[in-house]
């Protein structure tokens, strides 16, 4: 068996362990540090539930072991609401617009969101957002109140 | 689903890789991006003694100038492609459909050594090489050599790299001014591997006549297809509405793509005519442009 040491910061505290080289980093995330917001659903990459922040770019949490992320810095949905519970504007923007229901997707499309409104300042076009989104699959609510959340979104930013 | 177990190997550098590869090789996986190898990992369909992960050997990353190609280093991610200023720059071709190339959350970790050496035949990077008439530039720790793409792809999956060689770099021609491009791709969802594509460089001399035209049909075969006939049939013709016509149907019989729920291989094949008209006509319109955008 493989162990190797990694020092990885994820949202924003620096984690230094001694892991097995084989494990996911979406199974790090949940099962060695508790944070189970990053949500596990294909486990080969065509879902994007398990979409986290990887220094600050959108990577597939299931299509990387730990062990790669060893120096980097990873942000997960827990990252997000402030400390007193305040929804990050993404959140809330999901909120008022019914942009979820059993919530599942929910997580990595927010952390696709992010990195997408940090890349594109300006008001995207729907055409802008669905291809943002398109490697998010969401099975309960479909694409339009999501779409117009991300939009919703960059209102509440400013 | 989750990777079996395994000896896990970050060499720091190109050397180190390579004395990792030659005594490890038979029972090594290189990674790279990880973005096709984990999930067969993770599927056990791929159970490897060694990992060997080359994310952190910086001689393998990068894009530089050469005089008649850009030389892209085999650890470099589809993203830094995309938006690279000097690709967009020089081989407009590789902006354009690198951009087919799954979705960012996959682009920000695959790399373009990965593409090439998972050789799907429905990938954008092969089928792009190929039309470009690109170059492979495969190392081991004894000796390096450069492959054009079709000595390169043997089939489905399958390439002529040994257990001890690894893509050091690939070269990707510049297009010439007074040329121009096109990629075009159907895939049933932005991201989703293509169901057939199509990437061409016409060249025009200054009265409209084609003087060299380069095309890779990529999903319909086992490797990217040249359609040499068809390029021949264009060569020192002046482009017009059924001319195009004629050479995008003209060896649509020599492919021979898989049907699938997505499409039948006659859908395909039809398909393909179709997005070769399309790619040819966009080129044409941007070699008379004179501005490769
Ligand atoms: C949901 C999803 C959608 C996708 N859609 C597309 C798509 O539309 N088009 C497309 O082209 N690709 C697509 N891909 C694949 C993706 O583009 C990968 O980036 C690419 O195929 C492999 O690159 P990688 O760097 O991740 O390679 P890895 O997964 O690390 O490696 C792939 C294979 O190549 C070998 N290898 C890697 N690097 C080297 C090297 N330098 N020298 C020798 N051998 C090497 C490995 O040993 C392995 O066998 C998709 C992937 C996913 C998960
Ligand atoms: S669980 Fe990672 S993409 Fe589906
Ligand atoms: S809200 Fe249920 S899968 Fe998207």
Redesign the interface.
Known sequence: ??Y?NVKIKVNGKVIEKEIE??W?LS?FLRDKLGLTGTHVGC???VC?AC?VL?NG????S????A??ADGLEVETVESLAEEDGTFHPIQQAFANNHALQCGFCTPGFLM?VKNFMETHPDLPTDDEI???I??NLCRCTGYSNIIKAVKEAYVLKC | MKPPKFSYLRPNNLREALDMLAEYGEDAKIMSGGQSLIPLLNMRLSTPGYIIDIGRVAELKGIREEEDALVIGGMTRHVDVEKSALVQEKCPLLTEGIRWVGHNQIRSRGTIGGSIAHADPSAELPCMLTALRGEIVVVSSEEEMTLSPEEFFLSYLLTTLEPNQLIKEIRFPKIKQGSGFAFEEVARRHGDFALVEVASVIELNHNGTIVDAKIALGGANSVPFIPEATEEFLIGKKPNDSILKEAAVLQLDELDPEGDIHGSKEYRRYLTGVLLERALNKAIERAWGGVIV
């Open positions: 068996m493989s190797s080289s084989r996911l199974d486990e080969h990459g994007g979409t990887l770019e959108p990577v597939r299931c299509l990387m072991l062990v790669q696709s669905r291809e943002a398109s490697g």
